[in-house]
């Protein structure tokens, strides 16, 4: 089991930065692969950027060049840095843990992150 817990969402002006953080608990966090989703009300939560264990990256394509997503190990925790936000970046944030190869998959509860235009 995998507790994971977010932080670092609020309100911030549009061209704005936040760092949003996921503190894991609970098992080897270095072993799993960690993604960033986002939700807004009536659409389909989505992949923002996630990270292997060994460290590569991936983005969606709405983000790449403005968040970057990395992990600390020796902390057991991930972070996205969130810079030049924009309004469509208004949603709730859920942090993911995923044991490649199985089917483990751990979510946190979640933090709302709102970019006023």
């Known amino acids: 089991q995998v507790q994971l817990v977010e932080s670092g969402g609020g309100l911030v002006q549009s061209g704005g930065s936040l760092r949003l953080s996921c503190a894991a608990s609970?098992?080897?966090?270095?072993?799993?692969?960690m993604g960033w989703y986002r939700q807004v009300p009536g659409k389909q939560r989505e992949l923002v950027a996630a990270?292997?264990?060994?460290?590569?990256?991936n983005y969606a394509d709405s983000v790449k060049g403005r968040f970057t997503i990395s992990r600390d190990n020796a902390k057991n925790t991930a972070y996205l840095q969130m810079n030049s936000l924009k309004p469509e970046d208004t949603a709730v944030y859920y942090c993911?843990?995923?044991?490649?190869?199985?089917?483990?998959?751990?979510w946190g509860q979640g933090t709302q992150v709102t970019v006023s235009s």
């Open positions: 993911n843990a995923h044991l490649v190869g199985t089917t483990e998959y751990y």
């Open positions: 609970g098992s080897i966090f270095s072993l799993y692969a």
């Open positions: 990270i292997t264990a060994i460290g590569s990256t």
